[in-house]
């Protein structure tokens, strides 16, 4: 057993072959990322660096985690989700030298415990996910913070906490909005999420879409692509949204924008999409039209609240990834992947090519942070590094630009 073995913590090093497979497929469809670690992260500005990547351990994830220990970086891997884990892509990591604490379905206590085992080795850089291992190491290991060069973070729901943090004198390192990158939220929320959570959904309950109510609840950059997602699919879509200038463009766009409680009246198939907690919380099930099928497409685990539905419903499991709610008075509705995020929890997570874009903007936010220093606070992706990795990307599709004429107004 290796000493990285031995600081491990996964659920058996004899899956590495399958987690190997994995991350193959995942390299042979990421031009992008590859060119760009070629010729941006050879530099040695990451060598030496303690890295802690947390995102979603799948094969995608592990190819960023690579990448950036072959550019030098001391890497260290824990899971934002333990539903989302795979347990060979973990193994295949440790294979190659990497530490990792995650197993699929951890128990709060053990991701607890693998969250705060990656903050242990005091990393001076964090990719995050939902700022969760940012949020712990300023909770539970004050005196690493000291050490923490800057974080980027991937998600809509981290960037908030972290703009909180900001705004309560907590921040006291600089953090990349990854996120609002362009070439992060334009095509990861919106095609990404989009696509793959409709395609969740269909696999797991092996329904149609064609002629559904579909309740898509927030329509920020992935309520959008749920939306024309599920339009393309042959579904009717009704929004729910709090926020005018999002619910007019949501109307304008051509759907139903209606209040929750009219909204899941008719569903057949719900979908939060909010970033927070009790989106769909306890006291709307009695709205539920009978057989409504639930899903998040959200951060959060809890969007939707599952110990509400527990407490109100008896509970079966139908067939893998789907459970059914038997309410009092005769209704049922069907949860998938326990509340978790569908698309990842459900299936294999995001295209390949749209994390190419994703995990190149966190690659090179990585860098920035090694690379230059920059003042405490919430920080935007440069704009230069956007274009760089949108030029690289249609480089590899073969597109050429004209530089002079037909800039957009």
Avoid at 37 to 64: F, I, M, W
Avoid at 160 to 176: C, W, Y
Avoid at 363 to 369: D, F, Q, W
Wanted: hydrophobic residues 45%.
């Amino acid at each position: 057993m290796t000493s990285v073995e031995t600081r491990s913590r996964i659920a058996d090093i004899s899956l590495a072959p399958l987690g190997e497979q994995r991350i193959a497929w995942v390299a042979r469809h990421s031009p992008v990322l590859a060119r760009l670690a070629r010729e941006r992260l050879s530099d040695g500005a990451l060598g030496g660096r303690r890295v802690a990547v947390v995102v979603h351990l799948e094969a995608k994830t592990a190819y960023l985690a690579t990448l950036l220990a072959a550019a030098g970086a001391e890497v260290v891997v824990a899971a934002s989700n333990a539903g989302t884990t795979q347990d060979s892509v973990c193994s295949a990591l440790v294979q190659r030298g990497i530490e990792v604490h995650a197993t699929h379905g951890a128990s709060s206590d053990e991701f607890e415990a693998d969250l705060l085992a990656a903050a242990d080795v005091g990393p001076e850089i964090i990719v995050d996910d939902g700022a969760e291992l940012t949020a712990r190491l300023l909770e539970h290991r004050p005196d690493r913070v000291e050490e923490l060069v800057g974080v980027t973070e991937e998600t809509t729901t981290g960037v908030a906490r972290l703009r909180a943090l900001e705004s309560a004198g907590k921040l006291t390192f600089p953090a990349i909005a990854a996120n609002d990158a362009a070439c992060k939220h334009l095509f990861d929320n919106r095609y990404g999420t989009g696509q793959t959570t409709l395609s969740a959904i269909l696999r797991l309950t092996n329904m149609s879409a064609a002629g559904k109510n579909v309740c898509v609840v927030g329509y920020g950059f992935v309520g959008r692509g749920l939306a024309q997602y599920a339009e393309g699919l042959g579904a009717r879509v009704a929004v729910v949204e709090v926020d005018p200038v999002s619910a007019l463009e949501a109307h304008i766009e051509g759907h139903r924008v209606a209040r929750l409680e009219d909204a899941l009246s008719d569903a057949d198939i719900v979908i939060t999409a909010t970033g927070r907690t009790g989106a769909l919380a306890r006291d709307v099930f009695a709205q539920l039209k009978d057989g409504a099928v639930l899903a998040n497409a959200g951060h959060h685990d809890r969007e939707i609240d599952v110990e509400g539905l527990e407490a109100e419903a008896e509970d079966t499991e139908m067939r893998p990834g789907v459970t059914r709610f038997a309410f009092g008075d005769g209704r049922r509705c069907y949860l998938l992947s326990e509340g978790r995020l569908v698309n990842i929890a459900g299936a294999d997570g995001h295209p390949v090519e749209i994390m190419d874009l994703s995990f190149s903007v966190q690659a090179l936010a990585a860098h920035h942070l090694a690379s230059t220093e920059l003042p405490h606070g919430v920080q935007e992706f440069p704009a230069e590094l956007d274009r760089e990795i949108a030029r690289t990307k249609l480089a590899t599709l073969g597109v050429v630009l004209d530089e002079t004429r037909g800039g957009g107004l």
